[in-house]
C-alpha cells in the first residue's frame, strides 16, 4: 500500500519570503503521479502542482516549485516570494499510474505573514 | 463554467439516521469520485465512478455505505445508520476522463455531523 507522509503540521512564513514544504512517500511502484493540493479555509481543493515520476525534471509553477527525489521518495514543495493568499493547508498527495484513488498525507497549515 | 457543487454544505443528524449526500460533477467529465476528510486528516479515497458504474469501491469503510451514480452525471453518497465516527467532511471531485492524466476537480465538500 501507498502511504504518504507530511511531517510538518504547521509551518509560518513571512510575506515576501521562501518556504518549503516536506514530504515523503512510501511505494513499490515505479511508475506515478505526485501532486500538491491547496486547501484554504473554504474547503476546496485546489491542485497547486504535479509531477510525473518518469521525468527527471523538477515541475514549476510560476511561484511554486517542487525538489522531487525519486531515490529518496522525497518530493518537497517550494514556495516562492510567499504571499498573504497562500494562507492554507497544503497537501502532499500520491497516485499510481493505473489507478484512481489518490492518496494524501496528512497537511501542513502554512501561515503567511504580513 | 460552473464547478463542483455538493449539497448540502452541512448536515447535522442523528446516531441511527440515514443522510444523502449530493455531488454534481462539472457538465462532460466522466470520472467522479468521493473522499472523506476527517479533522485534522488529509482526504481518505472512497469510491471511484467511470460513467454510471462504481469502477473501485475499495475504499468504502463498510455495507452502510453506498453510492449511485445512475445517469452518469450527478451522485448520491448514501450512509445508513450513521454513527458518530462519520463525522467527518465529505468531499465530491470530477474529472474530464479518468486516470491521471487530467485534474480531478474538486467541490466544496459536505460537513456531516453525527450526534
Known amino acids: 500500500a501507498q502511504t504518504v507522509t507530511q511531517s510538518q503540521p504547521e509551518m509560518s512564513v513571512q510575506e515576501a519570503e521562501t518556504v518549503t514544504l516536506s514530504c515523503t512517500y512510501d511505494?513499490?511502484?515505479?511508475?506515478?503521479?505526485l501532486f500538491w493540493y491547496k486547501q484554504p479555509p473554504s474547503r476546496q481543493m485546489i491542485l497547486v502542482i504535479r509531477q510525473e515520476a518518469y521525468k527527471q525534471q523538477n515541475a514549476t509553477e510560476n511561484r511554486f516549485s517542487v525538489n522531487f527525489q525519486k531515490a529518496a521518495k522525497s518530493f518537497s514543495l517550494k514556495i516562492s516570494d510567499s504571499q498573504l493568499g497562500d494562507t492554507a493547508m497544503y497537501f502532499c498527495?500520491?497516485?499510481?499510474?493505473?489507478?484512481?484513488?489518490?492518496?494524501f498525507g496528512a497537511g501542513t497549515r502554512l501561515t503567511v505573514k504580513p | 463554467g460552473a464547478g463542483v457543487s455538493q449539497t448540502p454544505s452541512n448536515k447535522v443528524t442523528e446516531k441511527g439516521k440515514y443522510v444523502e449526500l449530493r455531488c454534481d460533477p462539472i457538465s462532460g467529465h466522466t470520472a467522479l469520485y468521493w473522499y472523506r476528510q476527517s479533522l485534522g486528516q488529509g482526504p481518505e479515497f472512497l469510491i471511484y465512478f467511470q460513467g454510471t458504474g462504481a469502477a473501485d469501491d475499495s475504499g468504502l469503510p463498510n455495507d452502510r455505505f453506498f453510492a449511485v451514480r445512475p445517469e452518469g452525471s450527478v451522485s448520491t453518497l448514501k450512509i445508513q445508520r450513521t454513527e458518530r465516527g462519520d463525522s467527518a467532511v465529505y468531499l465530491c471531485?470530477?474529472?474530464?476522463?479518468?486516470?491521471?492524466?487530467?485534474?480531478?476537480?474538486f467541490g466544496p465538500g459536505t460537513r456531516l455531523t453525527v450526534t
Open positions: 471531485a470530477s474529472s474530464l476522463t479518468p486516470g491521471t492524466e487530467t485534474e480531478q476537480y
Open positions: 498527495a500520491f497516485m499510481r499510474e493505473i489507478g484512481n484513488d489518490m492518496r
Open positions: 511505494t513499490s511502484e515505479n511508475n506515478y503521479y
